[in-house]
């Protein structure tokens, strides 16, 4: 039997049987990730999604269990460690493996006498005995119980929480249920931190564990998104706090920080609520202000110190000065960057680093130099970190922006970018050499480009237009700090990164611009264009590591109060007439490993298939013996092998059966073209009839062309010239006389291209 057979018939009937109630308590085939997006020479595949045979609910969203099911060809324990790696995703301490004859069970509890033993069918656990287990090792009595229960919001359309962010509401109701007062969630940008901290303030709010509830964050488009978005089930419950007034007869109010602080007693409108007025409090992007000790913002958090306070972050910042763990403690649960990448929730990227001579090298006026406007300009040497802060190289930015036009007019021109620049007077000069660039996209529509900073009303006007997928314009927005967080450019394809960035927390946040996903658009990644070295962030342990309190924390140091643009006002040299050029450019890839391929493309694939196949002959019999060559590429390219860059590199006319034995075994390549001769020259066509010929003839002429992967695709028989000689159902039975032996003509041409007998 199949193992959907042995589903159907055995396993499903007797989980049944035990007790569990087949819609409310047993999902089979649950997705739990969407399968790594792979980059390629700008075209995307998806890796493998995981998906686990069964999941065993207490309540929708509460798990408890993981089943793994085999065919009866395996043994009753051969999915149990697929089961163990579900498990621990989704955090539930009961496995079981099964081929039908019975079930393996892993029960993880700290008070399981046996850890794995095996069950006959009519010994599978009810949910009653799997629910108390889980119960006592959580510690909960039956009030944590009730409240750790409390149904997640459904608005019947089917959508739930992802695996993690279960992990997360349920982390943090644990967390809450057992006195826990402040606490920490750490999920990288784009994952839905939002929507997570909804149903966590829903089920705390329908228990009525907490009944009133304050959801802070420092930019209004926030405040906006949440109300509109994800907490809009609150209905007539809800309110944002605007206009410095209070009203305090609702129950979820959303606010700005400074909506209701400000530096003079008069405005900080917050001590009009009780210190216990609240109960709960969420603080969105809670490492900027709130972190710093004599922040205003932590004025607000410790007027209500009574309340369970939540803070949300994708970059927690941890200095000897600011401290969000000090305060908040350790995080109760962390999904990275690298994890949301690997799970295929968000986009990887590629990165683009340019390094200019000027920047490398520095620049010296002459003595007695003045600049454009006649100021002498100070003797010494200026190099990248004064560069459009105290000194501007007007055609260091007409090279800036040449780089990035180019870019766009070979991608995409119509692709959402953001260039990160020094300050507004460097966003208005990039703005404008942008324009001067692209002229005629300009004049089609003069918001092509905008200037998107706090002091332009007109740039910040456009913002929601620049975030909405369905808006064509703006299209490139120049900025300093205002797109550094918060705000979600679902289809950003560019960053641009031409500023210098120290803080790693900076750097976080200007990557989290471009994670996210949208299918319906055609956005599966993002380019990163790096003018500063910021990218080397990228080796920095601390880029992807685990939130943790420097050594050195002393608290109480100096905070960072909302703060203007850094050096306006400033006086800077302008100097028109020295040039500036590229010393040196390379493309750097995501890699399977979470980090940038930086070595050599060729030393990369080489190291990769020799993890998959120890000698050149493995990986010949491996090729001979697959019934279809594209699942070895497929396989190969899950691995992290970039076939698609290594033709740009190699030659575009090489397979990649040839790309693999020249790059990584030295053999001498032989192009496309060159083996459909050799096919052709060994009579290979001569055992079929005349049509068949013809046929066979005809795709390997679109291989030829095109590839491999054509070769393979009944599709192909749809294409001219071969749709010309008939069907594909003509030609399969008509001439081939079946599938069966269209398939083997198809083999045997395979075998043929690649120096088997034919």
């Given amino acids: 039997m199949s193992e959907r057979e042995i589903c159907t018939k055995f396993i499903t009937p007797a989980i049944i049987n035990s007790g569990w109630e087949l819609k409310t308590q047993i999902r089979e085939e649950v997705n739990l990730t969407k399968g790594q997006v792979l980059v390629s020479s700008g075209r995307t595949k998806r890796g493998k999604r995981k998906f686990a045979d069964y999941v065993l609910y207490k309540k929708p969203n509460i798990p408890l269990a993981i089943v793994e099911a085999k065919d009866n060809k395996h043994t009753i324990g051969s999915g149990m460690q697929q089961a163990l790696e579900y498990a621990s995703m989704i955090d539930v301490p009961f496995s079981f493996s099964s081929n039908g004859d019975g079930f393996l069970m892993h029960d993880s509890t700290p008070d399981a006498s046996v850890i794995e033993r095996e069950l006959k069918p009519d010994e599978f656990p009810s949910p009653e005995e799997l629910w108390e287990k889980y119960r006592l090792m959580k510690g909960f009595d039956s009030r944590k119980s009730d409240l750790f229960t409390q149904d997640y919001y459904s608005d019947g359309s089917g959508k739930s929480p992802r695996y993690y962010q279960v992990k997360a509401i349920n982390n943090t109701i644990e967390a809450i249920s057992k006195g826990q007062n402040r606490i920490l969630l750490v999920m990288a940008t784009g994952t839905g931190k939002t929507y997570t901290a909804f149903q966590i303030i829903w089920r705390l709010w329908r228990s009525k564990a907490k009944k009133r509830i304050l959801f802070l964050a420092d930019r209004n488009i926030l405040v906006d998104q949440a ?207 942008i324009v001067n660039k692209m002229p005629e996209f300009v004049r089609d529509n003069h918001r092509y480009v905008m200037r998107i900073t706090g002091d332009s009303e007109e740039g910040k006007l456009e913002l929601d237009n ?103 006002g400033m006086v800077r040299y302008v100097v028109d007439d020295v040039g500036v050029s590229v010393v040196a450019e390379r493309v750097q890839y995501y890699g399977q490993d979470g980090r940038l391929i930086t070595e050599s493309l060729k030393d990369y694939t080489r190291k990769t298939v020799a993890g998959q196949y120890s000698s050149l002959d493995e990986f010949l019999s491996r090729w001979s013996e697959a019934g279809k060559k594209t699942a070895i590429v497929d396989e190969l390219e899950e691995h992290g092998v970039l076939f698609d860059a290594l033709r740009e590199e190699v030659g575009k006319e090489y397979d990649p059966f040839d790309l693999i034995c020249h790059v990584v075994y030295d053999r001498p390549p032989l192009s496309r073209k060159e083996r459909a001769e050799s096919v052709r020259k060994r009579s290979y066509f001569e055992k079929y009839g005349a049509k068949a010929g013809e046929v066979l003839d005809a795709i390997l002429k679109k291989y030829s062309d095109e590839g491999l992967c054509d070769l393979e695709s009944i599709e192909i028989l749809k294409v001219d010239p071969i749709s010309s000689i008939g069907t594909p159902v003509e030609i399969i039975n008509g001439i081939f006389g079946g599938r069966e032996k269209y398939i083997s003509a198809i083999r045997g041409l395979e075998k043929c291209l690649y120096g088997a007998e034919c």
């Avoid at 799970?343 to 683009?352: H, M, N, S």
């Avoid at 766009?408 to 000069?429: M, Q, S, W």
């Fill in 466 to 568: 620049f975030i909405m997928p369905d808006c064509r314009y703006p299209v490139i927005a120049t900025t300093s700090k205002l797109l550094t967080t918060g705000v979600d450019v679902q289809t950003c394809r560019l960053i641009v990164i031409d500023k210098r960035i120290e803080s790693m927390t900076e750097f976080k946040q200007i990557v989290g611009r471009g994670t996210r996903i949208n299918e319906e658009y055609g956005k599966y990644f993002f380019t990163i264009m790096d003018f500063r070295k910021a990218t080397e962030h990228f080796s920095d342990p601390d880029w992807d590591g685990p939130s943790l309190q420097d050594d050195d924390y002393e608290g109480g140091g100096p905070g960072r109060r909302e703060q203007g643009e850094e050096g306006e």
């Fill in 227 to 433: 109300k509109t978005n994800d907490f809009r089930p609150f209905e007539n419950a809800m309110t944002k706090v605007q206009n410095r007034k209070v009203d305090k007869s609702y129950e979820v109010y959303l606010s700005l920080y400074q909506a209701v602080t400000g530096d003079e007693e008069r405005k900080k409108i917050f001590k009009q609520f009780s210190p216990d007025f609240f109960d709960l409090i969420v603080i969105d992007e809670c490492h900027r202000g709130s972190a710093s000790e004599d922040s205003a913002w932590r004025e607000i958090l410790e007027y209500f110190s009574s309340a369970t306070q939540i803070g949300l972050t994708a970059t927690p910042k941890e200095t000897k000065y600011v401290s969000n763990i000090d305060y908040f403690g350790k995080p109760v649960f962390v999904y990275s960057l690298k994890q949301g990448i690997e799970d295929g929730f968000l986009a990887p990227f590629r990165v683009i680093r340019i390094d200019l001579d000027k920047d490398l090298a520095g620049w010296r006026p002459e003595y007695g130099r003045t600049d454009r406007y006649g100021n002498l300009i100070e003797d010494r040497i200026y190099n990248q970190k004064d560069f459009d802060r105290e000194l501007i190289l007007e055609k260091r930015t007409e090279l800036v922006s040449g780089k990035i036009t180019d870019f766009l007019r070979e991608n995409d021109p119509y692709g959402k970018t953001i260039v990160f620049c020094e300050n507004i007077d460097h966003a208005e000069r990039m703005r404008q050499a």
